[in-house]
């Protein structure tokens, strides 16, 4: 659904992504990880459309992604990125409402799309209240709700990518929201998200990409890519790596 091949990204005249190639098919959610800096947010904006590359394409279902008028690929790709401000006092379900402009569905389905969203981000009882008045974790539901509704329920042929979606969020809600984004792969869509916490990449995602300046380190299931010495490497920390009790996926702990 969604390919980089050979993808290279100056910004600045500085090079910050290499020779990347990725995958991300329907059904799956692909991690990218790394250190900060090392190149995630750059590889998010070009696999968006946002930032062209320098050599190298990106294909959205076998086109390459400047083909792609707006409003169409907004209609099957939607992008929640690192953050998203608003500097006007709309409400939450006027923020939301947003997601359905690319579409021509009437009002009936759209009020019944922006409820079910705001269902899945757990941002229901906001609807009412004014976007400047939530706190950050809140403002971040709302805007997963807002691209959730963009795309609301996921099928095949539909992209989500989405920057950092848990950074302001409490473990209870981190997990609720990577469950969604599942939901939503498990429905045809396909899903690619940048995380920090390790064990969260090993529970929720089927691919993970390690990025260090740039460079992947490794591309493969959590069980190939989350090792001890790639981990050392590319983030300067000493694990353990043992396997889940229960899941049997990774678990990263912290010497």
């Given at each position: 659904m969604l390919s980089a091949e050979g993808l290279v990204v100056r910004r600045g005249g500085r090079l910050v992504l290499q020779n990347i190639d990725l995958q991300v098919p329907r059904g799956h959610v692909f991690g990218v990880l790394g250190p900060n800096g090392a190149g995630k947010s750059s590889l998010l904006s070009a696999l968006s459309g946002e930032l062209a590359p320098a050599s190298g394409q990106v294909l959205l279902h076998g086109r390459r992604m400047a083909s792609w008028g707006a409003r169409e690929r907004a209609r099957s790709l939607a992008v929640l990125p690192q953050t998203s401000t608003l500097s006007f006092a709309f409400r939450?379900?006027?923020?939301?409402?947003?997601?359905?402009?690319?579409?021509?569905?009437?009002?009936?389905?759209?009020?019944?799309?922006?409820?079910?969203?705001?269902?899945?981000?757990?941002?229901?009882?906001?609807?009412?209240?004014?976007?400047?008045?939530?706190?950050?974790?809140?403002?971040?539901?709302?805007?997963?709700?807002?691209?959730?509704t963009q795309l609301w329920p996921g099928r095949e042929g539909q992209v989500l990518l989405l920057d950092e979606p848990t950074s302001m969020l409490d473990p209870a809600h981190q997990h609720a929201i990577l469950q969604v984004l599942r939901d939503f792969a498990e429905r045809g869509g396909a899903v690619l998200v940048i995380l920090h916490d390790l064990n969260l990449a090993a529970r929720y995602c089927d691919r993970l990409l390690l990025l260090a300046d740039g460079i992947a380190q490794a591309n493969g299931t959590p069980q190939e890519v989350l090792q001890a010495d790639l981990l050392r490497a590319v983030f300067g920390l000493e694990v353990l790596v043992q396997r889940h009790p229960e899941r049997n996926h990774p678990l990263i702990i912290a010497r």
């Amino acid at each position: 659904m969604l390919s980089a091949e050979g993808l290279v990204v100056r910004r600045g005249g500085r090079l910050v992504l290499q020779n990347i190639d990725l995958q991300v098919p329907r059904g799956h959610v692909f991690g990218v990880l790394g250190p900060n800096g090392a190149g995630k947010s750059s590889l998010l904006s070009a696999l968006s459309g946002e930032l062209a590359p320098a050599s190298g394409q990106v294909l959205l279902h076998g086109r390459r992604m400047a083909s792609w008028g707006a409003r169409e690929r907004a209609r099957s790709l939607a992008v929640l990125p690192q953050t998203s401000t608003l500097s006007f006092a709309f409400r939450v379900d006027e923020v939301v409402a947003m997601g359905r402009l690319p579409h021509d569905s009437g009002r009936e389905a759209d009020e019944r799309i922006i409820t079910e969203a705001l269902t899945a981000a757990d941002a229901l009882h906001l609807r009412l209240r004014t976007y400047l008045e939530l706190s950050g974790g809140e403002r971040q539901r709302v805007h997963l709700a807002r691209v959730l509704t963009q795309l609301w329920p996921g099928r095949e042929g539909q992209v989500l990518l989405l920057d950092e979606p848990t950074s302001m969020l409490d473990p209870a809600h981190q997990h609720a929201i990577l469950q969604v984004l599942r939901d939503f792969a498990e429905r045809g869509g396909a899903v690619l998200v940048i995380l920090h916490d390790l064990n969260l990449a090993a529970r929720y995602c089927d691919r993970l990409l390690l990025l260090a300046d740039g460079i992947a380190q490794a591309n493969g299931t959590p069980q190939e890519v989350l090792q001890a010495d790639l981990l050392r490497a590319v983030f300067g920390l000493e694990v353990l790596v043992q396997r889940h009790p229960e899941r049997n996926h990774p678990l990263i702990i912290a010497r």
